[in-house]
């Protein structure tokens, strides 16, 4: 059984940073996505297993960096310039081909989730 457990969320002002980390017990390409109250949830970022190919959502583009440690096996997501519209639950994914890297339907394993909320 394959787990993923996020970690870093929290509250902070327009402008600010937050850091969200994944942990997973076995190497995947792997990706974050959220959701924000009564919207679907969106991709933001994906890293591939071997952290050559990675792809943002435009809106996070230039603002926020995917990143992985394969020798501890996380994927972390750093999170800067944060608008309010950035307020959601972050929650980690694994498992999908890079062919289909933004589609949540395509993810088998998914993180609880995790709560950003920008204050304006």
């Known amino acids: 059984q394959v787990q993923l457990v996020e970690s870093g969320g929290g509250l902070v002002q327009a402008g600010g940073s937050l850091r969200l980390s994944c942990a997973a017990s076995g190497s995947y390409n792997m990706a974050w996505f959220r959701q924000a109250p009564g919207k679907d949830r969106e991709f933001v970022a994906v890293?591939?297993?071997?952290?050559?190919?990675?792809q943002y959502a435009a809106s996070v583009k230039g603002r926020f960096t995917i990143a992985r440690d394969p020798a501890k096996n996380t994927v972390s997501l750093q999170l800067n310039s944060l608008k309010p519209e950035d307020t959601a639950v972050y929650y980690c994914?694994?498992?999908?081909?890079?062919?289909?890297?933004?589609?949540?339907?395509?993810?088998?394993?998914w993180g609880q989730g995790t709560q950003v909320t920008v204050s304006s």
């Open positions: 890293i591939s297993r071997s952290g050559s190919s990675i």
């Open positions: 994914a694994a498992g999908a081909p890079m062919l289909s890297f933004r589609r949540p339907d395509s993810y088998p394993y």
